[in-house]
């Protein structure tokens, strides 16, 4: 039996092979990926569990504003997940406090906490955990269907990640330390190879090709904390980028999440 599936629309149709086609309609045109029929069959039956499940679930996200706490409300936002802003007091100490500390033994933030009727609350402790738990909730929101498409958008993912924002939050270690020299050269070098997206933006409207995914969020959050930094007058396409990301409405949204003022 062949059975094709049309994630925009949701239609699901079937032959007589035993060929698996999932169709994937893209803005540019239809792309096809070929799975196996078990794998498929597992994926309706999870997909119809998530959704049944996910109905009744309440959403509560811990943080401060802080770059994790904000790319996870970004996600969440841009998903369309609705969830309650608790806002936790970091200067205030709150995060080491039992009632946090019982949440996430590590005290830090954001938490996401999901409230599930008659079941046992579900708790995830790690913005980008936080991020791939929204993209999946909502496929096609956050990340393409495609196969490849995906993969892309997961290299610039783990790209800022890793090569930007890990930098970033080590320099951010070194100042508290008092290492100011290092933690400047760290951030010199993140902006640095930050800077480098621009080919990313060059050919393409987003960092993985032509819809907004996670890639965007990580590198956005992480290019506005050093906007002042950057040589936006060499750097045309990352700065239409910029601009463009920063005026949408998702992104607006989840930047003012845990804003006090
Ligand atoms: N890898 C974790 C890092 C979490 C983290 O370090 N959170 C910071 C705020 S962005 C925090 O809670 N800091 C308080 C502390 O360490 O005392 C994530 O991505 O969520």
Redesign the pocket.
């Known amino acids: 039996m062949r059975r094709m599936w049309t994630p925009d629309t949701g239609r699901t149709s079937t032959s007589q092979d035993n060929a698996v086609h999932v169709v994937a309609v893209s803005n540019s045109g239809i792309d096809m990926d070929w799975h196996s029929v078990a794998a498929l069959d597992d994926f309706f039956v999870n997909e119809h569990y998530r959704q049944v499940d996910a109905m009744d679930a309440i959403l509560e996200l811990y943080?401060?504003q802080?770059?994790?706490?904000t790319r996870?409300a970004i996600a969440l936002e841009e998903a369309g997940l609705p969830y309650t802003v608790r806002l936790v007091d970091?200067p205030g100490g709150e995060?080491?406090r039992a009632g946090h500390l019982a949440l996430n033994p590590?005290?830090?933030?954001?938490v996401l906490v999901e409230h599930r009727p008659g079941k046992p609350d579900f708790v995830l402790?790690?913005?980008?955990a936080?991020m791939l738990f929204a993209a999946e909730r909502v496929p096609g929101r956050l990340l393409p269907h495609t196969e490849r498409a995906r993969a892309t958008a997961y290299e610039r993912f783990f790209f800022f990640l890793t090569d930007v924002i890990g930098p970033a939050?080590a320099s951010f270690f070194l100042q508290n330390q008092g290492i100011a020299d290092g933690a400047a050269r760290l951030i010199e070098r993140m902006i640095t190879t930050l800077e480098t997206a621009d080919l990313y933006v060059e050919t393409d409207e987003y960092m993985a090709g032509d819809a907004f995914s996670i890639a965007d969020i990580a590198a956005f959050t992480i290019a506005a904390s050093v906007e002042t930094q950057v040589a936006w007058a060499r750097l045309p396409n990352l700065r239409r980028w910029y601009e463009m990301v920063g005026s949408r409405p998702s992104v607006v949204r989840g930047q003012r999440a845990f804003d006090l003022s």
């Open positions: 943080g401060s802080t770059g994790n706490c996870s970091l995060h080491r590590a005290g830090k933030v954001p402790t790690q913005s980008n936080i939050h």
